[in-house]
């Protein structure tokens, strides 16, 4: 018996109860639908690679804020040869504006890729769910604690629809790094005790503002450099290492303190966010992680992840894959692309029937991370719970190109004041 593409593709009732859709098997050359939101590098890289996931996925639909920026993701997908036959996108199914995610997500996807700054993933990540659809959402997924509640509020809701919600935290998806936070987790190093968590990093892209661009245009165009839109470079980037770090440890902080501020980056077109920043989170067992990040141009880099336990230590960096105790061990195993790993993975949970759901950590992850800016820029020591309760909302007074939009001060410690 043949089953309809929607009763395959949507969840129904019986399904969300029992976390499967239906009919998967019979229905395996049904074609999934995928539309993208944020058509920036990344959300072009992500579009990519959900095309090369499953064998039988269309890209239909295109979302931004911007048309130069979605004309410029179709015409780079469209010259790549490997899914130029699985584009499928119609002039009238390219959107764009502020509410360019919601006429995708109504446009018949059955899948949202949402890569745009991480301020607006929380209403987006909202709005798929509510309308039954699958999600891979980009790292992180909120730039304050009101949008980490609301994205915990819809991955609670996917799971109850049965539906997929895949992280872009992509180190969970690493095979080199599944085999090393395995081995910690299997007790090799012993308890985890002190942690190291290092992105150190030269500076990257900046936009200057040109003549006619409103408040709005210019920090949307030019979005890293302000917090309502980034998070700040500690939550946009240094995310990765963050979640890699309480990944290992197997437990998020309890409270934290630190320091940061704005050396090298102090023009205007810098925003107003710092850059570097060094945290020091403490666990309830007593054990700690020291976070370090940094984007200057001319210093050393290192991006890696240390880990010091009972009864040895591990690194995960682009260096080693290791674990030294009295018995040495170096990851020599197959290895991945983690990015697309997290695509393949997504596309055969929709086609099998049995839903991902990495909403948790994905929150939790991006909260630990927001943590830090906060204890960085009132100078105060902070728990979880006052962080995850935080009022501050760095959302805009309204989501329009005319708003006055002044570029926020600097943040000073001792003087910033928690909210």
Known sequence: MTTSRRAFLKTSAAAAASFAIPAVHAAGGDTIKVGLIGCGGRGTGAATQALNADKNVKLTALGDAFADRLESSLASLKKDKEIADKIDVKPQN?????????????????????????????I?????????????????????????????????????KGLSVVAGLQMRYSYPHREVVKRIHGG??????????????????????????SDMTYQMR??????????DFNVEQHVHMLDLATWAKGDYPVKATGL???????????????????????????????AQARQQARCANDISV????????????????AINT????????????????????LFASIRNGKPINNGEYLAKSSLLA??????????????????????????????????????????LPGITKFV
């Not at 940061?260 to 403490?282: K, L, M, N, W």
Request: aromatic share 12%; net charge negative; glycine share 10%.
């Open 94 to 122: 390219c959107f764009t504006g502020f509410d360019a995610y919601k006429q995708v997500i109504d446009s018949g996807v059955d899948v949202v890729l949402l890569a745009t700054p991480p301020g607006f993933r929380p």
């Open 124 to 160: 987006h990540l909202k709005y798929a769910v509510e309308k039954g659809k699958h999600v891979f959402a980009e790292k992180p997924c909120a730039v304050d604690a009101p949008g980490v509640r609301s994205v915990l509020a819809s991955c609670e809701e996917a799971k109850k």
């Open 188 to 213: 090799d190093i012993g308890q985890p005790m002190v942690l190291q968590a290092n992105d150190f990093r030269g500076p990257i892209w900046v936009k200057t503002r040109e003549p006619g661009w």
């Open 222 to 231: 030019n979005w890293y450099y302000f917090a309502w839109l980034s998070g």
């Open 260 to 290: 940061g501020g704005r050396q090298v980056r102090t023009a205007p077109e810098y925003g107003h966010i710092y850059d570097h920043f060094s945290v020091i989170y403490e666990y309830a067992d007593g054990a700690k992680l020291f």
């Open 306 to 321: 240390h880990v010091m336990g009972t009864k040895g230590r591990a690194e995960m960096s682009g260096r080693r894959m």
């Open 326 to 345: 009295d018995k040495d061990w170096k990851y020599d195993g197959p290895s991945n692309t983690a990015v697309q790993t997290e695509h393949d993975e």
């Open 370 to 411: 927001i943590m830090g800016r906060m204890v960085c820029y009132t100078g105060q020591q902070l728990t979880w719970q006052q962080v995850l309760d935080s009022k501050e909302d760095l959302s805009p007074p309204k989501y329009d190109w005319d708003v006055a939009l002044p570029t926020p001060p600097v943040a």
